[in-house]
């Protein structure tokens, strides 16, 4: 039997854990903290997870939490224009529905729900924060060392990958707040979905609903540009001022969401969170000072902004990936080229998540203004926009080159015979009412 230890207790390292142990692995996982200190500590991420990476946990059967957690249906674009005497209004608006619901589960209820299900299991459980010296004196004991928690010394682990990491400093600061009693969407009100309200010069709000550790909760979190008028958390500690600061932030800049917020309240005491990091994709294999070798596992070593939402749903699928690699390989020993080849399959899903999260980073081009505008008025567009989010590789085909988002868009419009009254088409027309890059409204749409 194959012993495998299994360093940091997040969504990629127990549900590695968990189908290691499913399989007849010896794994011991080690978490610097125990399930009900994870359960009733502060929220960790936003987390919301799409049809791929929900049904590697289905394959798991591990998906303990999807019948109370919220189907999301939909993901929705709103732009905000220039600012106006009553504020910013909404330049654009519209709504994709996906093929196959999202799900947002608060991690401290799920990863302290993993860690349970693998001690029940019969796993091994390791309470310790684990340094450098730990995995050097440990190495000799395990056939594979896994770093799935790269804060920290283990972090520095390993090196920057600079040719894969175009962004040196954080590109957004981020203040996630969990509450109850979001009103209704009024223009929804039957489907749930995730809404994304970009403001240029400004950052993006994203809404969604989720399921906490006392039931139904929606989440409000800002992606601010630095330095701009949203980047204001930074030494914030209280709750309630983080609280009353988001809803600020949302009466200036996005008004039609903040009308439906007059009345939340946070989920408890442990339910914001605030921050800022680069992006960064590093090398995968770790060298400890005695020669050992430890891989480094999805965020430890490709690390994205979470403005595309991609945090979990890689993870999910690096666990994936990283599972099927190390049952592949039976008996063989995990050497260096076995962690490049396994780091490299992942690579090639993760690669167009890191691609267009870069890209969503900085200012847009004309032809994504373009692409965004053209969605209000196209479904197929908005569709296909919003079912990016499960599968970011079909970004390729239609929103890096000028070409190919014009060759797409004039596809979309023939196939639903749509043309405005003067002859101008749907794409033409939106740019000129969203405005050329030039203009303070498409200046930051990402």
Same mark, same amino acid.
Request: proline share 5%; hydrophobic share 40%; glycine share 10%.
């Given at each position: 039997?194959?012993?495998?230890?299994?360093?940091g207790?997040?969504? #990629?390292?127990?549900?590695?854990?968990?189908?290691?142990? =499913?399989?007849?692995?010896?794994?011991?996982?080690?978490?610097?903290?125990?399930?009900?200190e994870?359960?009733?500590?502060?929220?960790m991420?936003?987390?919301?997870?799409?049809?791929?990476?929900?049904?590697?946990?289905?394959?798991?059967?591990?998906?303990?939490?999807?019948?109370?957690?919220?189907?999301?249906?939909?993901?929705?674009?709103?732009?905000?224009?220039?600012?106006?005497?009553?504020?910013?209004?909404?330049?654009?608006?519209?709504?994709?529905?996906?093929?196959?619901?999202?799900?947002?589960?608060?991690?401290r209820?799920?990863?302290?729900?993993?860690?349970?299900?693998?001690?029940?299991?019969?796993?091994?459980?390791?309470?310790?924060?684990?340094?450098v #010296?730990?995995?050097?004196?440990?190495?000799?004991? /395990?056939?594979?060392?896994? +770093?799935?928690?790269?804060k920290?010394?283990?972090?520095?682990?390993?090196?920057?990958? =600079? !040719?894969?990491?175009? /962004?040196?400093?954080p590109?957004? !600061?981020?203040?996630? !707040?969990?509450?109850?009693?979001?009103?209704?969407r009024?223009?929804?009100?039957?489907?749930?979905?995730?809404?994304?309200?970009?403001?240029?010069? +400004?950052?993006?709000?994203?809404?969604?609903?989720?399921?906490?550790?006392?039931?139904?909760?929606?989440?409000?979190?800002?992606?601010?540009?630095?330095?701009?008028?949203?980047?204001?958390?930074?030494?914030? @500690?209280?709750?309630s001022?983080?609280?009353?600061?988001?809803?600020?932030?949302?009466?200036?800049?996005?008004p039609?969401?903040?009308?439906?917020?007059?009345?939340?309240?946070?989920?408890?005491a442990?339910?914001?969170?605030?921050?800022? /990091?680069?992006?960064? +994709?590093?090398?995968p294999?770790?060298?400890?000072?005695?020669?050992?070798?430890?891989?480094?596992?999805?965020?430890?070593?490709?690390?994205?902004?979470?403005?595309?939402?991609?945090? #979990?749903n #890689?993870?999910?699928?690096?666990?994936?990936?990283?599972?099927?690699?190390?049952?592949?390989?039976?008996?063989?020993?995990?050497?260096?080229?076995?962690?490049r080849?396994t780091?490299?399959?992942?690579?090639?899903?993760?690669?167009?998540? @890191?691609?267009?999260?870069?890209?969503?980073?900085?200012?847009?081009?004309?032809?994504?203004?373009?692409?965004?505008?053209?969605?209000?008025?196209?479904?197929?567009?908005?569709?296909?926009f919003?079912?990016?989010f499960?599968?970011?590789?079909?970004?390729?085909?239609?929103? /890096?080159?000028?070409?190919?988002?014009?060759?797409?868009?004039?596809?979309?419009?023939?196939?639903?015979?749509?043309?405005?009254?003067?002859?101008?088409?749907?794409?033409?027309?939106?740019?000129?009412?969203v405005?050329?890059?030039?203009?303070?409204?498409?200046?930051? +749409?990402?």
């Open positions: 039997m194959r012993r495998i230890l299994i360093v207790a997040g969504q #990629s390292g127990l549900q590695l854990a968990l189908g290691l142990q =499913a399989l007849g692995y010896d794994v011991t996982l080690m978490s610097n903290r125990t399930a009900d994870i359960r009733g500590g502060r929220v991420s936003t987390q919301c997870m799409f049809h791929t990476a929900l049904q590697h946990e289905r394959d798991l059967e591990i998906n303990f939490w999807e019948e109370q957690a919220p189907r999301i249906q939909g993901l929705g674009v709103s732009v905000a224009g220039p600012v106006t005497p009553l504020g910013h209004p909404r330049l654009v608006d519209w709504l994709g529905e996906l093929d196959g619901y999202a799900q947002s589960v608060d991690q209820l799920k990863m302290a729900g993993w860690m349970d299900a693998f001690e029940r299991r019969g796993g091994r459980l390791v309470i310790h924060g684990a340094a #010296s730990d995995l050097d004196f440990l190495a000799a004991r /395990y056939d594979l060392m896994l +770093v799935a928690a790269g920290g010394e283990l972090g520095a682990l390993f090196g920057r990958d =600079a !040719a894969r990491s175009p /962004y040196t400093t590109q957004r !600061a981020l203040a996630v !707040a969990y509450v109850h009693n979001l009103a209704p009024l223009e929804h009100p039957e489907l749930e979905a995730v809404r994304c309200n970009l403001v240029p010069d +400004v950052g993006e709000l994203y809404v969604m609903p989720a399921l906490t550790n006392s039931g139904r909760a929606d989440i409000l979190f800002w992606e601010a540009i630095p330095g701009g008028p949203a980047d204001v958390f930074g030494g914030v @500690t209280d709750p001022e983080h609280l009353a600061l988001t809803l600020e932030l949302m009466e200036w800049f996005t039609w969401e903040y009308g439906r917020a007059t009345r939340v309240e946070l989920t408890d442990g339910g914001t969170l605030s921050g800022r /990091y680069a992006p960064t +994709v590093r090398d294999i770790g060298w400890l000072p005695g020669g050992g070798l430890v891989l480094g596992v999805a965020d430890v070593v490709v690390t994205n902004d979470p403005l595309t939402g991609q945090g #979990s #890689s993870a999910a699928k690096c666990a994936t990936s990283y599972l099927e690699s190390i049952v592949e390989h039976g008996d063989r020993p995990f050497d260096e080229a076995w962690m080849r780091f490299g399959r992942f690579w090639a899903t993760a690669r167009h998540v @890191t691609k267009w999260t870069n890209a969503m980073l900085a200012p847009p081009p004309e032809h994504i203004v373009r692409l965004l505008g053209a969605a209000g008025q196209l479904p197929a567009v908005a569709h296909r919003a079912n990016g499960d599968d970011p590789a079909d970004f390729e085909n239609f929103f /890096y080159e000028p070409d190919k988002t014009a060759a797409y868009l004039e596809e979309a419009e023939a196939g639903a015979a749509v043309a405005d009254t003067d002859g101008e088409s749907v794409a033409e027309s939106v740019g000129e009412a405005g050329e890059p030039e203009s303070e409204a498409a200046e930051q +749409v990402g």
